[in-house]
């Protein structure tokens, strides 16, 4: 089973920009979705972020549509989530994972207004 480890979290003003990285244990050819999640503060319900698809197919959220991009880098086997116009509600831990898999840790963004 692959393991995706997350990073590129902190702190941020409003208005600004973050990239997060999930590097897999293994070749991200292998992985048909890779999907990005994130639960906001007080254990709120974890939302569905953002999807891509081995073929380079991507679907976001209508709450982040426009504002995050996602991209890959084959040769490191990772997966990236390029974060601009962030705003407050977008403070959460974010986390990458695919089918099947297990939740990693995550990693922490916080947009400050």
């Known amino acids: 089973q692959v393991q995706l480890v997350e990073s590129g979290g902190g702190l941020v003003q409003a208005g600004g920009s973050l990239r997060l990285s999930c590097a897999a244990s293994?070749?991200?050819?292998?992985?048909?979705?890779i999907h990005w999640y994130r639960q906001g503060p007080g254990n709120q319900r974890r939302e569905w972020v953002a999807?891509?698809?081995?073929?380079?197919?991507?679907t976001y959220a209508a709450s982040v549509k426009d504002r995050f991009i996602l991209s890959r880098d084959n040769a490191k086997n990772s997966v990236y989530l390029q974060m601009n116009s962030l705003k407050p509600e977008d403070t959460a831990v974010y986390y990458c994972?695919?089918?099947?898999?297990?939740w990693g840790q995550g990693t922490q963004v916080t947009v400050s207004s």
């Open positions: 293994r070749s991200i050819d292998t992985l048909n979705v």
């Open positions: 999807a891509l698809t081995k073929l380079g197919n991507t």
């Open positions: 994972r695919t089918f099947p898999g297990d």
